[in-house]
């Protein structure tokens, strides 16, 4: 079975950058939806960007032209690069998977494969 596990997580300035990566098992992730999710303290959990087997991608408007969601196949690694980072992007990122092919959803409850998540902390 698929199996994440985030890790890169960590205290950041305002303004800097910080990589999160999630190390894919159990698949090869070539027909699975793979997005990136985070949830902050007393809000729900909200989207930030999604790619799909086909390497589309879809960023909330939160984070459009700031973060970068791509994928490593030959490491099983997703990865979310996050740069001009601002306290309102504190939160615990988590990575997600579903099986899907072509357009992925971008609402967290259609993911049903998550990882434990990473604080990022932007402070």
């Known amino acids: 079975h698929v199996q994440l596990v985030e890790s890169g997580g960590g205290l950041v300035q305002p303004g800097g950058s910080l990589r999160i990566s999630c190390a894919v098992s159990?698949?090869?992730?070539?027909?699975?939806?793979m997005g990136w999710f985070r949830q902050a303290p007393g809000k729900e959990r909200e989207g930030v960007a999604v790619?799909?087997?086909?390497?589309?991608?879809k960023y909330s408007d939160s984070v459009n032209g700031r973060f970068t969601i791509s994928k490593d196949n030959a490491k099983n690694t997703l990865y979310l690069q996050m740069n001009s980072l601002k306290p309102e992007d504190t939160a615990i990122y988590y990575c997600?998977?579903?099986?899907?092919?072509?357009?992925?959803?971008?609402?967290?409850?259609?993911?049903?494969?998550w990882g434990q998540g990473t604080q990022v902390t932007v402070s």
């Open positions: 790619i799909g087997g086909d390497r589309r991608t």
């Open positions: 159990g698949t090869t992730y070539s027909n699975y939806c």
């Open positions: 997600a998977a579903t099986l899907g092919i072509g357009v992925c959803p971008s609402a967290w409850y259609a993911y049903n494969v």
